[in-house]
């Protein structure tokens, strides 16, 4: 039995029915751009996250890309993030122009570390990119105080945490904004690539509207440049209707993750850590051990669709040689990038499936400790 990381035919078997229908109502209406499902979404959306406002974008690295330059960052300014995270958080940064500062993580969130984020501050500083990594919360009661004191934004990168929440607050609702994507294998996914910004602060809306659609409010009346990055009908269509389903899914996600904790407990891996206050979102369900290169190689052997989630840092990929950084300067980051392994953790997962991932992970080390015996 072969167990994938992600199922998308399983949820379009599901619900085959209600997304062909939503996806003929948009081809009989042929209002493909912007059309009516597009302001449907955003106001579902909006509402699902607590915040007033969504705006619908081509994708996540747009979405974290135009709510930073809704919020006033450019050329010169530098963002502070972490390195542990998809290489879109840091480019994000650096097409508003602006220089993406790293801060070592807290190993058991693997989320920024809030008591490193001032010694990273400068004259230049005007945002905080706080990630919520793997759908954990990052810890803002400690990390919100040190945005406030310097007067700087808070931009969540959400694109793993629909649905996650923090002290009874929905995740995006807990910066100035906060960046979604719907990339097919998110927790909330199109059929294709997708984004949303949530705010509560209309202006940082407004802007983001006009910079997803050529700086125009009026047609063809272009106030400022900006770009093409609008989000689809079609997939706005197929994202109201999986809508409906992501509390539900993300319960089941929950439910396997306890699965999981429980049967591996006593095993020599470290799990994922649940904090009070928050609700984790499980996109993904990520163990930790330092032979996990040798364990994925195993998992993938046996069918089993295990990733990793990331192996390099971005401070060290050849794209941002450019900034300096070198081995060594973000430990905890970098240890985590070594050891860390995604299990799968897709909602329409059987009991079954969940049993197979621990048997295998087992087996391998048990056989990984009698060669250490030996
Ligand atoms: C997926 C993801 C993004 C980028 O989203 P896209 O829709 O692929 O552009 C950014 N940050 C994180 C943490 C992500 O997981």
């Known amino acids: 039995m072969k167990i994938p990381l992600v199922d998308l035919r399983a949820q379009y078997q599901l619900l085959a029915g209600e ?5 003929s109502q948009v081809l009989q209406r042929g209002d493909y751009i912007l059309g009516q499902e597009v302001a449907e979404f955003e106001r579902e959306f909006a509402s699902y996250c607590d915040c007033r406002y969504a705006v619908g974008v081509a994708s996540g690295t747009d979405a974290l890309h135009l709510a930073l330059e809704a919020c006033g960052i450019g050329p010169g300014d530098e963002v502070i993030t972490a390195p542990n995270s998809f290489v879109a958080t840091a480019s994000a940064i650096s097409f508003c122009g602006a220089r993406p500062v790293f801060v070592d993580i807290d190993p058991d969130r693997f989320t920024i570390n809030p008591d490193l984020v001032a010694s990273a501050i400068t004259e230049k500083t005007r945002a905080i990119v706080p990630i919520h990594l793997y759908g954990q919360p990052v810890d803002m009661d400690a990390l919100c105080p040190v945005a406030e004191r310097f007067g700087l934004s808070i931009v969540e990168d959400a694109c793993q945490a629909h649905g996650a929440e923090y002290n009874g607050r929905r995740i995006g609702s807990l910066g100035r ?7 097919p294998g998110k927790n909330l996914g199109g059929c294709g690539d997708g984004g949303a910004v949530t705010t ?3 202006e940082i ?4 509207k006009q910079l997803r659609n050529y700086g125009q409010r009026v047609k063809y009346h272009h106030e400022t440049l900006a770009y093409n990055s609008r989000l689809d009908t079609i ?3 197929i994202l109201r209707v999986k809508l409906q389903y992501l509390d539900t899914w993300n319960r089941r996600r929950q439910a396997i993750a306890a ?6 407990d006593g095993c020599p891996v470290e799990l994922p850590k649940s904090f ?6 499980y996109h993904l369900y990520v163990i930790r051990t330092t032979s996990r290169d040798e364990l994925l190689h195993h998992l993938n052997q046996q069918g089993i669709g295990a990733g990793i989630h990331y192996p390099i840092p971005i401070h060290l990929q050849p794209a941002y040689q450019s900034l300096g950084c070198r081995a060594g300067d973000f430990p905890k980051s970098e240890a985590s990038c ?8 897709h909602p329409l997962m059987s009991d079954e499936q969940i049993e197979q991932v621990v048997l295998s992970v087992k087996k391998y080390i048990g056989q990984h400790d009698l060669m250490m015996a030996a």
């Open 19 to 23: 997304m062909n229908e939503a996806l």
């Open 177 to 183: 904004a906060a960046a979604f994507s719907f990339y």
């Open 200 to 202: 509560n602060d209309p």
């Open 205 to 208: 809306a407004a802007r983001v």
């Open 235 to 237: 997939q706005a269509a």
């Open 259 to 264: 699965s999981y904790t429980q049967l591996f």
């Open 276 to 281: 009070e206050g928050s609700s984790h979102a």
């Open 338 to 345: 070594r050891e860390v392994l995604s299990l799968p953790i």
